[in-house]
Structure formats: structure tokens, C-alpha cells
């Protein structure tokens, strides 16, 4: 692992060449490694999200991508066909997907306040007054992302969307839900390229469950279009289930350096969802989650999350995630346990209540 090309005193990913505190202080710098490195893990699809002047405009996600002709999304799954938005998947007809039955309880980063894996919920949300032991999770992996984290722990996402396959209709994933499915969980990738088609799958295993406990959940980088945030909220609100946001970083040049997208609207994103909390404060509605990079998420940026996330309800659940290498990042190694534990009192010492360090096994 090198040194920081400018400081020499911090470590440094060698896709990035600076430490996280340089990328801060050098905007011009960070720009021009972290365009390099996007390009290099997005292949075959574009770099950053195209801007092309006249292009067709898709408004799936909040990226906005504007495709010149032939060109195609930053997801993948959107293409410019003859001067029209053709869709590859991510419709409330198709979608690019896979699914598998996870036993409860699960690693999810809300296991520890949602009806699954807690005493929250009970009975209206959750089949046990504790861990929902016999009941399992539909997991729904979602083939493309509307970030590219250079870390990613789910990097075959990626083949999917290159390879478009598995391309499943919402009424095949509604049919996988079965007696002793209590929730189930969007993920992947993300869902915010296809936020329609989760939508839909999400309202007809509802119909099909109807008469009993269901819950639905989303786990997301926020990076989803406004629009779409009353249904995602109302499914979750009303079932027992949860939105739980990967909030990456707060600064926004480390956020870009890291992803390739700007964290504007994932922040406002979560700031609109927060003022659903009253309506349902147990089980929590809201989830936040951050994993710990080395030498790019530290406390100083932990604290600055946790103070946004405190300043809208102090009770939020703040999950602080052990980082495992992977991808472009995978020279790094896992995060310290004395870094953890900084980042831990930086949550807490913003004013969250309800904080916790997750992956442990993962802690050097």
C-alpha cells in the first residue's frame, strides 16, 4: 500500500494515489484521479453520468444522465435507440435481478433494531417477540447501481448489467414469496435505476401476502429520483420495513472521489425521509449505515455525517461498518479497531443515541 502522492505521510489506495484528507484540500487533483479510476472500474459503461448537450433525458435515478445517440446510462440499463430512452431493464415490466431465501436472522445492518433480528415490532410487524427464527428474508439482488464505489463488496452487479442477465418480470419475484417469507429486502447494485420495477414486484407480493405480515425493505445509496420517494417510503412505512441509506461520506469532493457521483441528493434524499419518522418511530423507519474505508472514512468524516444525521433525529440507527478489501480499493486493509472506536465516540459525540460497530470479525 503506498504513500500518499502528496502528503507522503497517510497511506493512500494506489487507484487513487492521495489519502482522503489530500483529496479534500486538492479538489482540481481529486477530480482528474478519481475521473481516471471511474473509467477504468465502469467499463463498458461510461465514466461519470453523460451530460451529453441535446441528448435524450432519463430521470430513472437521480443521476439524471442526458445520452447522446447510441450512447448508454451510467447504470448500464439505459440506452439512447434512435434518438429515444430505450430501457434494457429496471421497468415495471422487466428488471435485471436475482433472489435467494435468507434465514432469519440475517447480517442485514438493521438486524439490531428491525422486527427480524429485535423485540421491535411485535406483534403488529413481526411474527416473534424476539429473533424471527423459522421465517426467512427474500433477498433481492438488483443487477446495476447508480454509484461506482471503487470499494464495492457486491462488484458482480457490474456483469450483470454488462451481460443483462438474469432479466426477470415482477411477477416471477412475487411468486418466490412463500408462507414463511416475512420481508424482503431490495439490495445490490442498487435499487434506484430500478426503483420502478422493485415498486411493482414490492405491491403484487403485498396483494399476495395480504392478511399478513410482510414487511419491505429497501438498502440503498439514496442516490434515488425525489419522485419516487413517497411510494418507497408509504411500502416500508406501512409494512413494518425500513429504508437503510449507505451514507458513503459527507464531503462531497471524497464522495465523488470514492463513487464517481455527487452525495447532494442522497443528503436530501434522507432528510425528506426523515420527516416520516414520526409517523412510525418503532420499529425504525430509517436506517443509516457507513462503512469504514481506511485512510478515507475516518472519525473526522464519521462525526460529520453523524452531526447531519443528528441534527434531523437523534435516534436514527447509525450502523459503522468494518471495511474488508475489495475491488479497486483491495490493496487497503480492514479497518483498526482503534479506528472504529474513534469513529464510534465521533457518532456519539455528534448526539446519536443509537450507534453501533458492525463486522467486527473484520477489526484488526
Known amino acids: 500500500m503506498p504513500a500518499c502522492k502528496n502528503c507522503g505521510a497517510e497511506k493512500a489506495a494506489k487507484i487513487l494515489e492521495f489519502c482522503g484528507t489530500c483529496l479534500k484540500q486538492m479538489p482540481e487533483a481529486a477530480a482528474a484521479v478519481s475521473a481516471a479510476a471511474h473509467r477504468r472500474s465502469r467499463a463498458p459503461f461510461p465514466g461519470a453520468p453523460p451530460q451529453t448537450p441535446g441528448g435524450v433525458s432519463c430521470q430513472a435515478c437521480a443521476n439524471n444522465c442526458r445520452l447522446g445517440p447510441g450512447e448508454r446510462g451510467f447504470c448500464g440499463l439505459r440506452l439512447n435507440r434512435d434518438g429515444r430512452l430505450y430501457h434494457l431493464a429496471g421497468t415495471a415490466r422487466k428488471g435485471l435481478a436475482s433472489w435467494y431465501r435468507d434465514p432469519l436472522p440475517t447480517n442485514c445492518v438493521a438486524d439490531w433494531v428491525c422486527p427480524a433480528g429485535s423485540a421491535a415490532g411485535y406483534p403488529r410487524y413481526s411474527y416473534r417477540p424476539g429473533i424471527e427464527y423459522g421465517f426467512y428474508n427474500?433477498?433481492?439482488?438488483?443487477?446495476?447501481?447508480?454509484?461506482?464505489?471503487?470499494?464495492?463488496?457486491?462488484?458482480?452487479?457490474?456483469?450483470?448489467?454488462?451481460?443483462?442477465?438474469?432479466?426477470?418480470?415482477?411477477?416471477?419475484?412475487?411468486?418466490?414469496?412463500?408462507?414463511?417469507?416475512?420481508?424482503?429486502?431490495?439490495?445490490?447494485?442498487?435499487?434506484?435505476?430500478?426503483?420502478?420495477?422493485?415498486?411493482?414486484?414490492?405491491?403484487?407480493?403485498?396483494?399476495?401476502?395480504?392478511?399478513?405480515?410482510?414487511?419491505?425493505?429497501?438498502?440503498?445509496?439514496?442516490?434515488?429520483?425525489?419522485?419516487?420517494?413517497?411510494?418507497?417510503?408509504?411500502?416500508?412505512?406501512?409494512?413494518?420495513?425500513?429504508?437503510?441509506?449507505?451514507?458513503?461520506?459527507?464531503?462531497?469532493?471524497?464522495?465523488?472521489?470514492?463513487?464517481?457521483?455527487?452525495?447532494?441528493?442522497?443528503?436530501?434524499?434522507?432528510?425528506?425521509?426523515?420527516?416520516?419518522?414520526?409517523?412510525?418511530?418503532?420499529?425504525?423507519?430509517?436506517?443509516?449505515?457507513?462503512?469504514?474505508?481506511?485512510?478515507?472514512?475516518?472519525?473526522?468524516?464519521?462525526?460529520?455525517?453523524?452531526?447531519?444525521?443528528?441534527?434531523?433525529?437523534?435516534?436514527?440507527?447509525?450502523?459503522?461498518?468494518?471495511?474488508?478489501?475489495?475491488?479497486?480499493?483491495?490493496?487497503?486493509?480492514?479497518?483498526?479497531?482503534?479506528?472504529?472506536?474513534?469513529?464510534?465516540e465521533a457518532a456519539l459525540g455528534a448526539g446519536l443515541t443509537r450507534v453501533r460497530i458492525g463486522n467486527v470479525h473484520l477489526l484488526r
Open 138 to 344: 427474500l433477498a433481492v439482488f438488483l443487477g446495476g447501481c447508480s454509484f461506482d464505489c471503487l470499494f464495492c463488496q457486491n462488484r458482480h452487479y457490474h456483469q450483470m448489467a454488462t451481460l443483462l442477465g438474469p432479466v426477470v418480470t415482477p411477477e416471477e419475484l412475487a411468486a418466490a414469496v412463500r408462507e414463511d417469507t416475512a420481508c424482503i429486502c431490495f439490495f445490490g447494485g442498487d435499487p434506484s435505476p430500478q426503483i420502478s420495477f422493485a415498486l411493482k414486484a414490492s405491491r403484487l407480493a403485498q396483494e399476495k401476502a395480504r392478511g399478513r405480515i410482510l414487511r419491505i425493505c429497501w438498502e440503498t445509496n439514496g442516490n434515488i429520483n425525489p419522485r419516487f420517494l413517497p411510494p418507497v417510503a408509504e411500502l416500508a412505512l406501512n409494512s413494518g420495513g425500513c429504508v437503510k441509506f449507505d451514507l458513503k461520506a459527507y464531503d462531497d469532493v471524497l464522495h465523488r472521489a470514492l463513487t464517481g457521483v455527487t452525495n447532494r441528493q442522497t443528503l436530501a434524499n434522507f432528510a425528506a425521509l426523515a420527516r416520516h419518522i414520526s409517523r412510525r418511530p418503532e420499529p425504525p423507519f430509517l436506517v443509516a449505515s457507513t462503512l469504514l474505508v481506511p485512510g478515507y472514512v475516518n472519525a473526522a468524516e464519521v462525526g460529520a455525517i453523524a452531526r447531519f444525521i443528528a441534527g434531523l433525529n437523534p435516534e436514527i440507527p447509525y450502523s459503522l461498518l468494518a471495511f474488508h478489501p475489495q475491488h479497486l480499493m483491495a490493496d487497503l486493509p480492514t479497518t483498526a479497531r482503534a479506528e472504529a472506536e474513534a469513529c464510534l
